[in-house]
């Protein structure tokens, strides 16, 4: 039914050329694996200069407990484009640890149109989550931390099969 001042009228809908009008804010979007592979490449040498991961790594804001929002402990530590984990900042309104063990991680969540997701890796090991749920309400519970049950649950998960698959490894 079109508005009474004709805005919402279809007959006057134009095709976009681009479909960035439809894109999650940032306008990335990207397979697991390429997500993955991006994941690689924030900790690894060669796509990036090591000049360039080493300014990746450092915050250029952290909450201190009056400089900001943090969207309920969300965002507590900012970089050049990626997010930093509850490590970053050590402060009890930040709860902003996905994965539940408290150490540093760089990377970023997304969010757009139901689906959660995020690319969190460790500088210091080197291993890294990459993960996507989908059909999560804009009110979905919180769990622990600052991201949704369903987020925890997923990188729970993915954190069971990887120490499943290094203690099979470890066995041959």
Not at 120 to 135: K, L, N, Q, S
Request: proline fraction near 5%.
């Amino acid at each position: 039914m079109p508005a009474r001042d004709g805005s919402c009228d279809l007959a006057r809908y134009r095709l976009t050329r681009s479909s960035g009008f439809f894109s999650p804010q940032g306008g990335m979007r990207l397979a697991p694996v390429g997500l993955a592979r991006l994941g690689m490449a924030i900790v690894r040498p060669g796509y990036l200069s090591r000049a360039t991961l080493t300014q990746l790594a450092q915050p250029v804001w952290r909450y201190n407990g009056a400089n900001g929002e943090t969207e309920g402990g969300f965002y507590c530590a900012y970089g050049l484009g990626v997010m930093f984990t509850a490590a970053a900042t050590q402060r009890v309104e930040c709860p902003d640890d996905p994965v539940g063990d408290g150490r540093l991680r760089i990377g970023h969540a997304g969010e757009a149109y139901g689906l959660r997701s995020g690319l969190w890796v460790d500088p210091a090991t080197g291993r890294g989550i990459a993960f996507y749920t989908t059909a999560v309400a804009d009110d979905a519970p919180v769990g622990r931390s600052a991201y949704t049950v369903r987020e925890e649950a997923v990188i729970a998960r993915l954190n069971g099969a990887r120490q499943a698959r290094i203690k099979r490894l470890q066995a041959q």
